[in-house]
């Protein structure tokens, strides 16, 4: 018998082997389906291309530009217009022409510029009054952290999961524990996650997600909004002339007419009640970003001939005191410059150009991105907001300035440049070693 005890166990083991090999055959030998999370190159270039698609499908003719330049607010047409998350509060040159705009019977949406929070109302008087963005001043709105929540809407399936859950596990502590109260630690009730907004001409209550940071409204600084949501968290809509004015919170991240939001909760019919406000079709405009008014183009729209003008003398001036005389002289051989010379002058070169940043963070920003997904095949089925994150915990930097490194627009002032650019080099640093 002993001697067919090697016999047995190679039966036993050639038949695991085969039941292993079964098992995993349509793991590793089968062709399967796997879904995965992909970015158009129409939807990376526009992050609002799904609101784009919703208002052309309601009717509304939709524009989009890139940057909210002086020449454009010379020549706005009718109808709405959006500024994006990305956008820049605009200055007091902006401000003006586009009040102008929107008291014909236009209307704008945009969002107000960041305050710090403070405790009394004293500084935060002051602190509206030192922001940078002349519109929030005028209509006395700003973005800040406030606690408060709106308890009139209904409360979303997963906080009503929740709560079910909490209230099931303390009658079960009350059934075993008796009515011991106070050794029973009170969990605070979480916020419910919906803002709650009763618009004039929709049909329903329209609700929405509720942002990390809301409006702030101030008492006396700026004329009673027409309406808004219950507590006044995330629309608010002005009266401005003929137009109207609409202030809408956004996150840090994301805002409500982005594409991956715009399909939870209702923000695509706030997006279409907006746009509405001016007419059932009335055309839209969507601005990526703007830029302030030099006093260049100003001098240039206003005094053109002037300029012309002057230039022309000057030209005279110059050609007067530059006849020369003599035979012409031999150019002298420049001499050799370093190819660190010529990587600064092209990088001052693109400064100075209108898209020029634009062009110089992507290139960092693209050869950063390869280099992340290469080191890290987890992000790919990450959205934009959530990969920022994912970095920022990671290197163990602030993910406020990895979000915008990643995600914001170009900065304007060289220091803030410099530090997107730091952010993403910090990086490629990190997941190099």
């Known amino acids: 018998m002993k001697r067919h005890y090697p016999i047995i166990i190679c039966a036993i083991v050639v038949l695991l082997l085969a039941g292993a090999c079964y098992g995993l055959r349509d793991v590793y030998f089968q062709k399967v389906w796997r879904g995965q999370y992909h970015f158009s190159e129409a939807q990376a270039k526009n992050p609002m291309l799904a609101a784009t698609r919703l208002l052309e499908a309601s009717g509304h003719q939709v524009r989009l530009e890139p940057v909210l330049s002086y020449q454009l607010l010379n020549q706005l047409p009718d109808g709405v217009l959006l500024l994006s998350r990305y956008a820049r509060p605009p200055d007091e040159r902006q401000a003006r022409l586009l009040l102008d705009w929107v008291r014909r019977g236009n209307t704008l949406i945009m969002t107000p510029d960041w305050i710090d929070n403070a405790d009394d109302a004293e500084n935060q008087t002051a602190a509206l009054e030192q922001a940078s963005d002349p519109l929030g001043k005028h209509f006395g709105v700003a973005m800040s952290s406030r606690s408060r929540i709106d308890d009139t809407c209904r409360i979303d399936p997963l906080e009503a999961r929740r709560r079910a859950k909490r209230a099931a596990d303390k009658a079960i502590q009350a059934a075993e524990g008796g009515d011991d109260e106070e050794d029973e630690e009170q969990e605070p009730v979480g ?33 009673q909004p027409l309406w808004g949501d219950t507590y006044e968290l995330a629309v608010l809509v002005y009266g401005e002339g003929r137009g109207k004015v609409a202030m809408v919170a956004v996150d ?6 982005d594409n991956d939001t715009l399909r939870q909760f209702d923000h695509g019919e706030l997006l279409l009640l907006l746009a509405g406000q001016s007419g059932p079709q009335a055309p839209v405009m969507l601005v990526q970003n703007n830029e302030p008014v030099g006093w260049g183009a100003w001098l240039w729209q206003h005094g053109r001939l002037v300029v012309l003008g002057l230039a022309a003398l000057l030209l005279l001036w110059t050609w007067s005191v530059s006849r020369r005389f003599g035979p012409l ?7 050799r410059r370093a190819l660190i010379e010529h990587i600064e002058a092209s990088g001052r070169w693109l400064w100075r150009l209108p898209q020029g940043r634009t062009l110089l963070l992507d290139a960092v920003r693209k050869s950063t991105e390869k280099q992340l997904l290469r080191r890290l095949p987890e992000l790919h089925p990450l959205g934009p907001a959530e990969r920022a994150r994912r970095l920022a915990r990671l290197a163990g930097l602030p993910e406020a300035q990895v979000s915008d490194a990643l995600l914001g627009a170009p900065a304007r002032r060289a220091a803030d440049f410099t530090r997107q650019i730091s952010i993403l080099q910090q990086l490629r640093v990190h997941h190099e070693r």
């Open 252 to 257: 840090a991240g994301e805002s409500y007419f």
């Open 191 to 223: 916020p419910p996650r919906l803002v709650c907004l009763n618009a004039p001409g929709a049909a329903h209550a329209i609700e929405l997600a509720r942002p990390s940071d809301t409006l702030q409204r101030f008492e006396g600084k700026g004329p």
């Open 329 to 335: 002289l031999p150019e002298a051989a420049a001499p």
